[in-house]
């Protein structure tokens, strides 16, 4: 019986993973080029065989990082109370953001470091994104189930905000797991958008 060869990392995908641990932990700016290549083993220069700049790799994690956050949408049951389908986008967030924390991180707080076009078509992507959230907030409002005073901009950014920190401090060695974290983010983040509750405790 032949023995089976181990399993290699294509160069390309070592390159990115690389630049994934080193942006994340150095910042975009505080990374250079050489640091990748002695991240995967390589000379320098070997990277150019696979990739333009340091630039190019920034655009495709961030590129890659936010379509995995668009495709959430699929996640959201379409028939289900505005409340559950909040519940459902902040635990597919959360679950989305645990998968790969690294690269998260990259895409929430490195992003700024694009050039033109690059910075441009991100930005719109981030938009998408954020009007998922607005738009339930704004059927929640419309229906009386979240606080009419609320502002649905403000209260996305105060979502994303508190979703968008979920790589700094998760754990997979912590207590709980994706969707327990998910569970608990949507428990507190959502009582700050329902109606205040009447003198005998009901909605």
Avoid: C
């Avoid at 995995?68 to 996640?75: G, M």
Wanted: no cysteine; aromatic share 6%.
């Amino acid at each position: 019986m032949a023995r089976e060869e181990p399993v290699v990392q294509r160069p390309r995908e070592a390159i990115v993973e690389a630049a994934i641990a080193l942006f994340g932990k150095r910042g975009f700016a505080g990374t250079t080029m050489r640091d990748i290549a002695s991240e995967v083993g390589v000379l320098p220069g070997s990277l150019y065989a696979h990739i333009n700049s340091k630039e190019t790799l920034l655009d495709e994690i961030v590129e890659l990082g936010i379509e995995s956050f668009l495709a959430i949408e699929e996640a959201i049951p379409k028939s289900a109370p505005v409340v559950e389908r909040l519940r459902a986008a902040i635990k597919a967030h959360v679950a989305v953001a645990a998968e790969n924390p690294g690269r998260s991180l990259v895409v929430f707080h490195q992003w700024r470091f694009l050039t033109e076009p690059n910075l441009t078509r991100a930005l719109n992507k981030r938009r998408r994104y954020q009007q998922i959230f607005v738009r339930l907030v704004d059927e929640g409002i419309a229906d009386g189930t979240l606080a009419r005073t609320l502002d649905s901009k403000i209260a996305v950014f105060a979502l994303l905000g508190a979703l968008n920190w979920v790589p700094e401090w998760y754990s997979p060695a912590g207590h709980f797991n994706p969707v327990e974290v998910g569970e608990k983010l949507a428990d507190i983040l959502l009582e700050g958008l329902l109606p205040p509750r009447s003198p005998a405790g009901k909605r």
